[in-house]
């Protein structure tokens, strides 16, 4: 966070000389203080986020993957008049331990087309998927995994 404050400080300023960035990192340095000491603020937390950066950043390019290979299978539903659409609300449930974990799976599902997550109480998922192939995927989901990994 102190990092972070110090270049918006320099960004904000416009130019860099020592007078600025001495007096940005004093500046900095109290704000993070104060952080610290009133608003229950814990480095040891930035510390464990950014250990989970790696992770992070794969979960999003696999979402990323994810997003791009159920468009064109949608876009391919769409377009053929042959494919039946067999539309159904798939029930699983998840390992995942923590609201974050849940929330961050139901959005991914929610934003890879062909499915959405229709609740998500506790471990129990309800998911409408609009075809077979999109079934198959949601019970078969790599951001589980992914989200697993990061939860730990």
Request: charged letters at 20%; a negative charge.
């Amino acid at each position: 966070m102190f990092v972070l404050l110090f270049a918006l400080w320099i960004l904000f300023n416009g130019k860099i000389t020592l007078e600025i960035c001495l007096f940005g990192l004093v500046i900095s340095g109290a704000i993070y203080l104060f952080a610290i000491k009133l608003l229950d603020y814990d480095p040891k937390k930035e510390l464990k986020a950014l250990k989970k950066l790696g992770g992070i950043f794969h979960f999003l390019l696999v979402l990323l993957r994810d997003i791009i290979k159920a468009s064109f299978h949608v876009i391919g539903v769409i377009l053929s008049p042959k494919k039946e659409v067999d539309p159904k609300l798939v029930f699983f449930y998840t390992d995942l331990s923590t609201d974050t974990g849940r929330v961050g799976l139901a959005n991914a599902i929610t934003l890879t087309p062909g499915t959405i997550t229709v609740f998500c109480e506790h471990e129990l998922f309800c998911v409408h998927a609009l075809d077979t192939a999109s079934q198959a995927d949601v019970d078969e989901s790599q951001f589980m995994h992914l989200l697993n990994k990061l939860e730990d």
